[in-house]
């Protein structure tokens, strides 16, 4: 095992909007003070009853997702903790993801595809 799963992100246009709304299908809190996340107006959580978080990402001129059409597909990215950011990257590389954007060095995640083009994020936790 490379890494535990922290939270599935799903792109939107209001993160805190999209969160209540998820918030009063599930439960759970919005924005729960969270050492991983930093929320504000481009990213909101919600911490559920099961212990699954969600987040929601602002996304400029976000177009929706158009089932089934996929020239219009669904749009979200995993985040994935791990204690060692370098370690994490040799392992997932080698497994086949292909690095996007590895950051700062002061930044704690950086951006992955999986070998089918879907973006994932390792976060240091």
């Not at 481009?42 to 177009?63: E, I, K």
């Not at 903790?81 to 700062?104: I, T």
């Amino acid at each position: 095992m490379i890494a535990d799963l922290q939270c599935v992100v799903l792109d939107c246009p209001e993160p805190t909007e999209l969160a209540e709304f998820y918030r009063a299908l599930v439960g759970g809190a919005v924005n729960q003070e969270d050492r991983r996340w930093a929320v504000g107006d481009a990213w909101a959580t919600l911490h559920t009853p099961s212990g699954l978080v969600l987040a929601f990402q602002r996304v400029a001129d976000y177009t929706p997702p158009q089932w089934p059409d996929p020239t219009r597909p669904q749009q979200f990215h995993l985040d994935l903790g791990v204690p060692d950011l370098d370690r994490a990257q040799e392992q997932v590389l080698a497994a086949g993801a292909r690095l996007l954007d590895d950051g700062s060095s002061e930044r704690a995640w950086r951006i992955y595809a999986d070998p089918a083009g879907h973006p994932f994020c390792l976060v240091r936790h």
